[in-house]
């Protein structure tokens, strides 16, 4: 897999024109319309984006492939590479790009579950949503061109709006009483120190926490009290729930690099990659060397 692409090679790549303010703040925001000429390698980026696709589009995130035959949303963030492909050869719609920077001071990005490891990423929309989404982006695109002082907040608003649009098409959760809230939050904080172990974009790049007990450190509370939030709150372990995030990285390494075994196991965490391997194939029911050559036929 290459290295995570950043804002400007996005431009070099894509040969979309690079803005006259590229460089007037910390922070970048563009809404650009799709285009033929331009293909998505499969990678992880340093900006996150959210795209309008129309017509038939496989896409791939993660371990994942899914495909969307009219109308969809798709949502991508830095914590996880992604990639689609036209169908029809046809690239219909369009996207907006956006640092964190952009959003310092007003929301906290990354807290949406549409850019959490875990979350959905793609929407099928319906002709009512797919006009919803229309509206916003050429709103954004209107904005964008506007002399006003406090376009940017505008801007920001849409993007909101977006999110929140896709977010509602997906059961609403019941409320929760304090005692449950502080359980919730530890589970948060938890899910959040495990993606800040990825990705991992280097051979020699290694996970930091790796055992329940690391992660109870880091949170300052007891190893028991964690495990038992996390059971309540996820139904799973502390080790279940580190095993499945490192599992999906295992085979995102396995599947889109050339990292040896050895490399993967390393990196992973394993001091031994016989470790890593019985991981692997209890989990998979097949070995590292067998997964990577059946996800690339």
Not at 36 to 50: D, E, G, H, V
Not at 265 to 291: A, C, M
Request: include cysteine.
């Amino acid at each position: 897999m290459q290295a995570m692409k950043n804002i400007e090679e996005f431009y070099k790549r894509t040969n979309y024109p690079l803005p006259k303010d590229f460089n007037d703040n910390i922070g970048h925001f563009n809404v650009l319309r799709r285009t033929a000429s331009i293909n998505i390698p499969f990678s992880r980026k340093s900006y996150f984006k959210i795209t309008l696709l129309k017509g038939p589009n496989k896409v791939h995130y993660a371990d994942k492939t899914l495909e969307s035959q009219d109308y969809a949303l798709m949502f991508s963030d830095p914590l996880v590479p992604y990639s689609w492909d036209s169908l029809d050869g046809k690239k219909d719609g369009c996207f907006c790009i956006f640092t964190e920077e952009f959003f310092y001071q007003f929301s906290a990005i990354r807290n949406y579950p549409v850019f959490k490891i875990d979350g959905n990423k793609l929407f099928l929309l319906d002709e009512y949503a797919l006009k919803e989404v229309e509206r916003i982006f050429e709103k954004m695109f209107e904005e964008k061109e506007s002399e006003y002082d406090f376009k940017d907040d505008i801007l920001r608003n849409l993007t909101l709006e977006l999110i929140h649009l896709a977010m509602k098409m997906q059961p609403a959760k019941k409320a929760q009483n304090n005692s449950q809230d502080k359980k919730t939050k530890i589970s948060s904080l938890f899910v959040e120190l495990l993606n800040r172990q990825f990705p991992i974009n280097l051979p020699y790049e290694r996970l930091n926490l790796k055992s329940p007990s690391d992660y109870a450190k880091s949170l300052n509370i007891h190893t028991n009290h964690l495990n038992r939030t996390l059971k309540e709150v996820t139904s799973k372990t502390t080790t279940e729930l580190i095993a499945t995030r490192v599992l999906e990285e295992a085979k995102i390494l396995l599947k889109h690099t050339s990292w040896t075994i050895n490399e993967i196991s390393y990196s992973l965490g394993y001091e031994d990659s016989s470790h890593f391997i019985n991981f692997f194939k209890k989990r998979v029911n097949q070995t590292p060397h067998l997964y990577r050559i059946l996800s690339n036929v």
